[in-house]
C-alpha cells in the first residue's frame, strides 16, 4: 500500500468528521442559543467553547452546573456523530471540580476512549482560558438507524 492511500483515507475521515458536525450543529437550537462554537473536530474528537453570559449563573454568581453540563453533552454529541452514523447519548455523568464564572470562555474537548459495534465511551475535559479543569464528564453513546450525512 502507497503511503498517499492512509493519508487519503484520513482526509476522508476528517471530512465525514466536519460535514457530520456541521450537519448536526445545523439542527441543534440548543448549542446554537448557548453560543457554543465547534472550535474543531475529527474522527471520534471536537472541542465546543461557550463564553458564560449574565443568564447563565445560578444564585451563588457561577455557572449553573447544567450548562457546563450541556456543553460537555455538545462535545460528546459531535465527537461521538463524527462517523456519519446517527449517535446518541445512552448514559452520561460529570464531576464537577471548580466553579466557573460570568465571563469566563469554557473548553469541552471530547476524546474517544473505546469504540466497538455500536457502542462507545467519550471522556470530555470542560477547561477555563486559564487552562483549569471545570469538570470532567464521561458519555456512553449508542448508535442508531440512519446517518447525518450521505457518504
Known amino acids: 500500500m502507497s503511503e498517499q492511500a492512509p493519508t487519503q483515507d484520513a482526509d476522508r475521515r476528517q471530512r465525514t468528521a466536519e460535514r457530520s ?30 463564553r458564560i453570559r449574565p443568564d447563565m449563573v445560578n444564585g451563588h454568581r457561577i455557572c449553573h452546573g447544567g450548562l457546563i453540563f450541556a456543553l460537555a453533552d455538545s462535545a460528546f454529541a459531535f465527537a461521538c456523530n463524527s462517523y456519519g452514523d446517527n ?8 464531576e464537577f471540580l471548580a466553579p466557573a464564572r460570568e465571563g469566563d470562555v469554557l ?32 458519555g456512553r453513546s449508542h448508535q442508531i438507524a440512519g446517518r447525518l450525512i450521505d457518504d
Not at 113 to 132: F, H, L, M, Q
Request: glycine residues 12%; contains cysteine; hydrophobic residues 45%.
Open 21 to 50: 458536525a456541521g450537519a448536526l450543529y445545523r439542527g441543534d437550537a440548543a448549542s446554537q442559543q448557548l453560543g457554543m462554537t465547534i472550535e474543531s473536530c475529527g474522527p471520534g474528537r471536537a472541542t465546543v467553547s461557550m
Open 87 to 94: 449517535t446518541v447519548a445512552a448514559g452520561a455523568a460529570i
Open 107 to 138: 473548553r469541552a474537548i471530547a476524546t474517544e476512549r473505546w469504540r466497538a459495534g455500536r457502542a462507545g465511551i467519550y471522556e470530555i475535559d470542560v477547561r477555563n482560558e486559564r487552562d483549569e479543569t471545570v469538570a470532567l464528564f464521561r
